[in-house]
């Protein structure tokens, strides 16, 4: 089966084959005089080149060069091309040593003195391919953010339909209004806050998924006031805890996120328990990362669905926003609760 040479190669191969080809036009039209091993030496230096090139390249990405700040990879490059433009010029000068290859023009220098002048000209070659290799993937990091945030941007203009019947779906809505008609006689004070809470709920939905992120002291009055109409209807079968660190009060989170997963730990837990049980909300700091976490009464079984909204929605966004920096997972604990674990890194303020 044919398989198709990288871009890398044809680069390298092309490269180092034009540096053999412009060597030797000019030597051909513009010398003076014959050079003695001309040719044997061009193509040594080409492969050595070539070799060192490639082992320069490891040595990039075995140190994730490419993943510093700009400045530090500039610096990172400047202090490559040296190195490695020393190690061309001694392996070059000791190979055409073994080989016999060295004019008598050179021979009357010392092996140290010839590879520090041919490390000058090494540094040139070597610089110019460092360059053009920073430059390439410096693009492609820029073009792939920049379709990420296209890919993030339509994600969220895709949920946005779905806000309203996805985070605040119908059944919500109608059991909402029920408990505040109920509580219009016997509790109007109460009804009228129920109002105001429904009213805030339901603006964040259609407002929040137009931002990348929110602090999570938004997201938490959000879901408050998502508790505190639930229990109207679920009362004492319902209970609320909260674990909050308030450093981690400001920290960005994606919207309505934490809304999803109490309204799922609701749906999935609590209302299918004759005697209710509790949702606790955990935010705190584990090493360099935020950690949030839902719990709720209850038992993961056959009737969970992993590829539901929900949990599709929060997995989405949380790679498009952190990548490989975030995870999620839904599991049992050992105290008979469900936790849906969100991690993320943080944001230093």
Not at 286 to 293: A, F, G, I, P, R
Not at 308 to 323: A, E, K
Request: hydrophobic fraction near 40%; charged fraction near 20%; glycine fraction near 4%.
């Amino acid at each position: 089966m044919n398989k198709s040479i990288s871009k890398y190669w044809l680069c390298q191969i092309g490269g180092w084959s034009t540096y053999i080809i412009v060597y030797t036009f000019f030597y051909l039209t513009l010398r003076t005089k014959e050079q003695p091993y001309f040719f044997e030496v061009l193509f040594l230096d080409a492969f050595i080149g070539l070799a060192t090139t490639h082992f320069m390249r490891y040595f990039i990405q075995k140190k994730l060069i490419l993943q510093k700040p700009l400045d530090g990879q500039i610096w990172y490059m400047f202090l490559t091309t040296v190195g490695f433009s020393f190690a061309f010029a001694f392996i070059s000068i000791y190979l055409e040593e073994v080989l016999n290859l060295t004019s008598d023009k050179f021979q009357q220098l010392g092996f140290i003195s010839r590879v520090l002048y041919a490390s000058f000209g090494t540094f040139l070659f070597l610089i110019i391919w460092n360059l053009i290799y920073f430059t390439y993937h410096y693009i492609e990091k820029s073009r792939q953010e920049q379709l990420d945030k296209v890919r993030l941007q339509s994600l969220v203009k895709e949920l946005e339909l779905k806000t309203i019947k996805a985070h605040i779906n119908p059944h919500f809505i109608f059991n909402a209004l029920n408990s505040i008609r109920a509580l219009v006689d016997e509790n109007p004070e109460r009804a009228r806050q129920a109002i105001t809470e429904l009213s805030n709920i339901l603006r964040s939905s259609m407002q929040g998924e137009k931002k990348e992120t929110a602090s999570l002291q938004k997201e938490l009055n959000i879901v408050k006031d998502y508790l505190a109409l639930e229990h109207i209807r679920f009362e004492d079968r319902l209970k609320v805890e909260f674990d909050v660190d308030e450093d981690t009060l400001d920290q960005p989170v994606p919207p309505m996120m934490l809304q999803t997963l109490v309204e799922n730990a609701i749906k999935h837990g609590i209302s299918k328990r004759v005697d209710g049980g509790v949702i606790k909300i955990i935010s705190d700091f584990k090493s360099d990362e935020h950690q949030l976490v839902v719990q709720n009464t209850g038992h993961l079984n056959g009737d969970f669905n992993p590829d539901g909204f929900g949990i599709y929605s929060t997995q989405n966004r949380l790679m498009l926003l952190y990548g490989d920096k975030a995870r999620f997972e839904i599991k049992n604990n050992s105290d008979n609760m469900v936790e849906a674990i969100v991690t993320m890194p943080a944001t230093t303020l």
